[in-house]
């Protein structure tokens, strides 16, 4: 099958990259804005994997170099990366569904991820979920409580008594010719363990997409041929059903799971396209910083709260405030960092090229240190510096500081720009490892060379 590989936000001649102009299929990508079409060009508002029935596209993120013109002498270096940024979602949406977990913000195994963030990993969560439940337990047993007359299990005297009549020997006991015996009625083909064998099939299905990167973990073959009355609204109400007679946790982990992969089915717009990705990579960008520099959460309860009043009375009325993404203390210092995901670089003369954070992202930062100098004061903690910073992602394999932003409004502090090895994040990032140090070696480095130029220049 063929593997086109292509840029978020570039735009493509229609004609050279897809044969199925005005076709449902596009039509449907355009539907979600994950294509975007101007006369006869496209662009992708996505990254991660679209398998068609023909070709498979593959949409790096917006800082890599474009593929498309050097994918025949990349074509295994292109493969390794993809490779890399899909255990980058699975370690994403793996820690998102944790989170919501245990803030318990639904009672289901999985939660639909349907959000302003709009990813489209989850239902990659849930097969691998749904297959691994099968490896380690196999298909749904659905036991029945029965009673039967004389079989060959238990006796169950009380229903025995209270039903049958007796007879008495000489001795004037009771006899009972006949009686209740507890029976456990397997229904070994039932039709929630089919539900299960097609959706396990489908899950397999899903998956043979992602054996032709050679992706581990991927190897599984499951298949079902069988006859599934009704649609997945149908099966929805049998599981339903089902869990009302269910009492093992086991077993109603997996109903709600399957109940989750079929509204996700329910909802979607693409039969015909598996689709594994992001229309929003900034999220992942700022989920990677987050964990890789080590995010102090709590450290937003600390930021005061606009607080609205009435003309009427003196109730005063609390909203959300700034949310910075990255803040953390380390010894006397206090870092507050915003993950960007912009190709925000100088060209030689020191211009500004290329996107870059506007004047609400500049001054929200310098807010975020102002209300943060403001706590510590009113609380009597001095902090020895404050380091404000901008971190961009770059297909570089080191990271590198590249100038900084001041306002005039903010007089004294400045933001400082990191460029920061996606290599080296991702890395980190899957293994649960930290590298401070290396932001702060860089900063060591630049303060040493300016200090050595401001020497020259005296």
């Known amino acids: 099958m063929k593997i086109l590989y292509f840029k978020e936000l570039k735009k493509y001649a229609l004609d050279e990259c897809f044969r199925f102009e005005n076709s ?38 917006k800082y890599k170099e474009d593929p498309y013109e050097r994918v025949k002498e990349k074509q295994d270096e292109y493969a390794k990366y993809i490779k890399n940024i899909f255990k980058v979602f699975e370690k994403y949406a793996s820690k998102k569904n944790k989170k919501n977990e245990d803030k318990k913000t639904d009672s289901s195994l999985l939660k639909k991820d349907c959000d302003e963030e709009e990813e489209y990993l989850n239902l990659f969560s849930l097969y691998k979920s749904l297959i691994d439940d099968f ?73 043979e997409e992602f054996r032709k990167f050679g992706l581990d973990g991927f190897q599984f073959d499951f298949h079902f041929d069988g006859d599934l009355i009704g649609d997945e ?66 450290l937003r309860e600390k930021i005061p709260k606009p607080i609205w009043k009435s003309v009427d009375n003196g109730e005063d009325n609390y909203r959300s405030s700034f949310i910075p993404d990255i803040v953390f203390e380390e010894n006397d210092n206090l870092h507050i960092y915003d993950a960007k995901y912009y190709e925000t670089e100088f060209d030689e003369k020191g211009k500004l090229k290329n996107s870059a954070p506007g004047i609400g992202d500049i001054s929200k930062q310098f807010l975020y240190e ?81 200090r050595c130029r401001a020497r020259k220049n005296l």
């Open 24 to 61: 449902e299929i596009l039509n449907k990508l355009m539907e979600s804005n994950i294509v975007v079409r101007d006369n006869q060009s496209i662009s992708f508002r996505f990254v991660g994997m679209i398998a068609l029935t023909d070709c498979i596209v593959i949409v790096f993120p």
């Open 135 to 207: 490896i380690e337990y196999g298909l749904y047993e659905n036991e029945r409580h029965v009673h039967t007359i004389c079989g060959m299990e238990e006796i169950d005297w009380d229903k025995t008594i209270d039903e049958l009549d007796n007879h008495f020997n000489t001795l004037k006991n009771p006899i009972y010719l006949n009686y209740y015996t507890h029976d456990i009625e397997e229904e070994q083909e039932n039709y929630i363990r089919s539900i299960q064998k097609k959706l396990l099939t489908d899950a397999a299905s899903y998956f």
């Open 233 to 298: 609204e149908h099966q929805i109400y049998k599981i339903d059903l089902e869990l009302r007679e269910s009492f093992s946790e086991r077993k109603i982990n997996l109903l709600k799971l399957m109940k989750s992969i079929l509204k996700e089915k329910v909802h979607s717009i693409y039969e015909d396209i598996n689709i594994y990705g992001t229309k929003s990579y900034h999220s992942i960008w700022e989920s990677v910083c987050q964990n890789v520099l080590g995010h102090n959460s709590t």
């Open 370 to 450: 102002e209300s943060y100098r403001a706590y510590y004061k009113k609380v009597g903690i001095e902090k020895s510096r404050y380091y404000n910073a901008f971190l961009f992602p770059t297909e570089e394999t080191q990271h590198s500081y590249i100038g900084e932003v001041s306002f005039e409004i903010f007089q004294g502090k400045k933001i400082e720009l990191f460029k920061l090895s996606t290599e080296k994040m991702y890395e980190n990032y899957l293994k649960d490892l930290k590298l401070r140090k290396e932001i702060n070696d860089i900063r060591k480095n630049i303060f040493c060379m300016w």
